[in-house]
């Protein structure tokens, strides 16, 4: 594309962009025409590290990313309507990073003599591309703050994936959701139905289906199953793809669409979805899909109501809704009572993330378990099986965990996998053979529950099949809400139970008992009364292993709604016996707590509860369709009654 019939296609389209928004259209039509339009393929480098800066680029559609040598993730992503290589560019130093078309893109190239000659023609551009350059820098300072998330997809390829066909039913649930978010939804016959006769890589198309991107939320194309121009094409155009899938994942090689996409996605930019009749807590299967498609993140759709499309909608939008629980010892039943108190305002929560007992807690609500089951299983696993009131000789551990792995093993069930819950779950570990944190998201559940919760030195590390050692995750992270982060975009609800600024305790220390004088004291009841109340030991390593945690500090997003339940006087950590009495308070405490955040326009505690009102309204909806035909039904019955 070029002359002056391209400058004149690309001035309406660049009226959006930042750096022409304070130009006039004569200026603006000055600095187009000194730019030359540079078309890329998905994979191909724009500008090569250590090259000489020697031109200027505006993204004019499609993406581009900026990798650096030495960083296995890209450093940053680039769209329409902004600036690439200016830093360079400006203070004349060679390029600083390699950048590469991630999507098909087109750029416009400012060389160095063409700006020279702008800034004599029209000297207004000079502080445009300087207010550019102030935008960037602010940009990448927001960067260094400790709030970082997942990125958000813009374009989404839907393929059908697998041999079994997708049920209708998906199809017109996944067209019903998008629209209520005004995402654009692009198949096919839409494209032909507006082109008619016109190729697909036809420059109009192209246009087309880049301003649907800067102008839509989300765009979705849906690719279908065969391998034909129309797939590939959404495949290229798109961030990221999500298969759809049915049934078992097939023995056989993969499909023409399967190979292409994996082609050209990596795993980061890939969604598995399993499409099921009915809802349940947990499935089998998933792994042997992951293998054939590894992808980031898996979901589970059942076609018996809206709420898992809903949910996985969510997921594509960036607004899913996070559940991130803390360790805390006993108190870890205050996450269910506070799940409860969401529940009943009808919160759907998508996604789940744990460190110790929190990752226990909500791996139940990963598999669809309510909060009374979790109760009932918290009193089975630490109360009835005595888990931690079994000493052992202390060679690898203080307690005995035969019993804990069997109560964890019965309540999760030995073979159930976090790949076949129903909700997406990770559990938080510290990793002692790499000293760092390991997000544990695939493998047995109970296990990772298990090397969530290990304490060191009351429980002994978990071992991997590989070899690696893991303990409880609240040596690295007790609030694991950076890891929520980096899972998806969207509102949290963040629960923890940090301690107060300054806690002081009136023990003599004088009085502590020797070995002796302690085990006296413990045979006899009256004696056991008199002694210090000082903390137990478990108490103090509990208190130890999360002090180096920052509870103000946390990279809490405008989105996210921590929630700090104040535990029943005179309960410690060690006291699992007294679980219903923290599950009852915090539920109670809960309630009040979401009224008065929503009292006090809290836009954080609305985001959560504005997927309540949209099942409200997608049940009202299908209340009012399923009377309309009911209503069309009884109108055809008496008709042909009145007929007979």
């Not at 996944?174 to 016959?189: N, P």
């Not at 009136?506 to 056991?528: Q, W």
């Not at 679980?579 to 809960?590: D, K, P, V």
Request: charged share 20%.
């Amino acid at each position: 594309m070029s002359g002056s019939s391209s400058i004149l296609a690309l001035g309406s389209a660049s009226e959006d962009f930042a750096l022409f928004r304070t130009l006039s259209s004569e200026q603006r039509l000055k600095a187009l025409n000194a730019m030359v339009r540079q078309d890329l393929v998905r994979g191909q480098m724009l500008v090569a590290q250590g090259g000489p800066s020697d031109s200027l680029f505006l993204v004019l559609h499609g993406a581009l990313a900026v990798r650096k040598t030495g960083y296995l993730e890209p450093i940053a992503e680039l769209r329409a309507g902004e600036l690439v290589g200016e830093i360079g560019f400006f203070a004349d130093v060679p390029r600083t990073a390699d950048v590469i078309a991630i999507r098909d893109t087109s750029v416009l190239a400012l060389t160095r003599p063409a700006y020279q000659k702008l800034v004599e023609e029209a000297p207004a551009i000079v502080e445009a591309l300087l207010a550019a350059l102030a935008r960037r820098f602010a940009k990448e300072t927001a960067r260094i703050a400790p709030f970082r998330t997942s990125p958000k997809a813009r374009t989404v390829a839907l393929i059908d994936s697998g041999l079994e066909p997708l049920p209708g039913a998906f199809d017109r649930r996944m067209r019903e959701a998008l629209a209520a978010t005004h995402a654009e939804i692009v198949d096919a016959a839409r494209l032909q139905a507006m082109f008619p006769g016109v190729a697909l890589d036809a420059h109009d198309v192209t246009e087309w289906l880049n301003k649907l991107e800067h102008t839509a939320p989300l765009v979705v194309y849906l690719g279908g199953r065969e391998a034909s121009p129309w797939a590939r094409k959404a495949i290229r155009q798109a961030d990221m793809v999500v298969f759809a899938c049915r049934g078992d994942a097939p023995a056989a090689a993969l499909t023409d669409i399967e190979a292409f996409a994996c082609e050209v996605h990596p795993v980061s930019a890939r969604r598995l979805v399993r499409i099921h009749d009915r809802r349940s807590g947990e499935v089998s299967g998933t792994a042997a899909w992951l293998a054939r498609l590894p992808a980031f993140m898996h979901h589970h759709v059942a076609l018996e109501d809206q709420v898992d499309i809903d949910s996985l909608v969510r997921f594509l939008c960036g607004r899913a809704v996070g559940f991130v629980a803390a360790g805390g010892g006993s108190f870890g039943t205050a996450h269910v009572g506070i799940y409860k108190a969401f529940r009943e305002r009808g919160v759907m929560f998508d996604i789940f993330v744990g460190t110790s007992v929190g990752s226990a807690m909500v791996a139940g609500f990963a598999k669809n378990l309510e909060a009374e089951h979790l109760e009932h299983g918290t009193d089975e696993i630490f109360v009835r099986s005595r888990s931690f009131r079994r000493p052992t000789w202390p060679r690898y551990s203080l307690l005995d965990h035969k019993a804990f792995d069997r109560a964890l093993a019965h309540q999760y069930g030995s073979d159930c996998r976090i790949e076949d819950c129903w909700r997406p779950f990770a559990a938080v570990a510290t990793n002692l053979s790499t000293h760092n944190l390991e997000l544990i998201r695939t493998g047995p559940l109970w296990q990772a529950v298990r090397a969530s919760s290990a304490i060191p030195g009351l429980l002994p590390p978990f071992y991997t099949a590989e070899g690696a050692m893991l303990v409880d995750g609240c040596l690295i992270d007790n609030v694991p809400l950076a890891s929520m982060h980096q899972l998806k975009s969207g509102p949290n609800l963040v629960v923890h139970f940090g301690e107060p600024a300054a806690e002081m305790f009136d023990v003599d220390y004088a009085s502590l008992p020797g070995r002796l004088e302690l085990i006296a004291a413990m045979l006899t009841p009256f004696r056991k009364k008199l002694l210090p109340a000082a903390p137990s030991a478990v108490n103090v390593l509990w208190r130890s292993l999360v002090a180096h945690q920052r509870y103000d500090t946390l990279p809490v997003g405008p989105f996210d709604t921590v929630m700090r339940p104040p535990p029943p006087v005179g309960i410690d950590v060690t006291d699992f016996d007294r679980h219903t009495e923290i599950f009852e308070a915090s539920y109670l405490w809960a309630k009040e707590a979401i009224a008065s955040l929503e009292a006090g326009g809290s836009s954080a505690i609305a985001a959560i509860l504005d997927t309540a009102a949209m099942e409200r309204r997608q049940a009202t909806a299908a209340a009012v369709s399923n009377r309309a035909a009911s209503n069309r039904l009884a109108s055809v019955a008496g008709f042909g009654a009145l007929n007979r």
